[in-house]
């Protein structure tokens, strides 16, 4: 009986998963189109100098990449990256988990204050950028034209062109985009044990305490997830520099979107150039990419 049960399952998981197979076909196709030959024709190209009319490509092995490496714009632009995910990070960890936790205690008019607050993070991309930029103008912005008519003219100043302020705009707008973890940390608040924090609220602790030392901890596993989701995010980013600062002043706000989106345009033969650099900002995004899927599963087998 014990043998027909296990034949019988057998055949049962082998059905379902020719079922599966048959339904998930069609994606499998789309992907073997569009991704694996996009990854293939990306790796060709990177070794060629080519237009972007790819005619006439010649093999150049790996001088793409080695002038990549030397190319201080190149790694100022990796080093933005970097930096803006690192800012956008601290403020996630620090303002964003306040935030989620200040909502979720039922506050009033909260679905107001989730709107403004997801919002942002809704919205196309570009056209926050494109606001924020206008904002900022040197004449006719919003901000410097409000600094004169409150008698503060003193203080308007070039925001997009002066590089420290210009570095700090697009900082801005990377923190403003604050809506994805929050919901992280929402969605994670409402599936945290209530016996620690009953316990400490008999013990007498107040809340900024029970948030530091008992909440804070507890979410070490979303902790990780929006490091990782922003820190990946980073290198996808285009609009928010684009619609901006451009990279500019010179490449003080520079990212690898803007770079390649530079050099892809740029209409000589760069192509293959520019298929290096994106092989390169794959491979890290790749790298990011199973971090996080090594820290999902783990926190899978925790649960």
């Known amino acids: 009986m014990s043998i027909t049960m296990r034949t019988t399952k057998k055949h049962k ?21 569009y991704y694996l030959y996009s990854i293939v024709f990306l790796g060709q190209t990177s070794v060629q ?41 601290s403020v996630a960890l620090t303002v964003g988990f306040f935030i ?25 991309l570009s056209l926050v950028a494109t606001i924020f930029g206008s904002m900022l103008q040197e ?18 100043q070039s925001w ?3 590089p420290g302020l210009a570095f700090a705009a ?6 403003y985009l604050i809506g994805l973890p929050i919901m992280y940390y929402t969605a994670d608040l409402s599936a945290l044990p209530t016996s620690s924090l009953e316990a400490a609220l008999l013990d007498g602790a107040g809340t900024f305490r029970i948030m530091r030392e008992i909440i804070y901890p507890m979410m070490k596993s979303t902790h990780i997830t929006v490091v990782l989701a922003l820190l990946l995010g980073s290198f996808r980013a285009l609009e928010q520099v684009l619609f ?16 390649l989106y530079s050099y892809t345009n740029s209409g000589g033969k760069t192509i293959g150039f520019a298929a290096a650099a994106s092989t390169i900002v794959l491979v890290i995004a790749l790298v990011i990419s199973l971090v996080q899927l090594y820290f999902t599963r783990s926190r899978k087998d925790e649960q």
């Open 13 to 33: 998981r082998r059905s379902d998963w020719l079922v599966a197979l048959i339904f998930l076909s069609p994606l499998l196709v789309i992907y073997a189109v």
């Open 49 to 89: 100098r080519i237009g972007i009319s790819l005619l006439r490509p010649v093999q150049v092995g790996f001088d793409n990449f080695a002038l990549l490496f030397t190319d201080p714009v190149f790694g100022r632009a990796i080093l933005n990256n970097l930096m803006y995910a690192g800012i956008s990070i």
């Open 100 to 124: 989620a936790v200040t909502l979720s205690t039922g506050v009033r008019a909260r679905k107001l204050f989730y709107l403004v607050f997801l919002l942002p993070a809704l919205m196309p």
């Open 139 to 156: 004449r006719f912005g919003v901000l410097n034209e409000t600094l004169r008519a409150v008698g503060l003219g003193s203080l308007a």
């Open 160 to 162: 997009l062109t002066t």
């Open 170 to 175: 697009v900082a801005l707008i990377f923190c």
């Open 244 to 259: 901006s600062t451009d990279g500019g002043p010179g490449s003080t706000t520079e990212i690898v979107g803007t770079y």
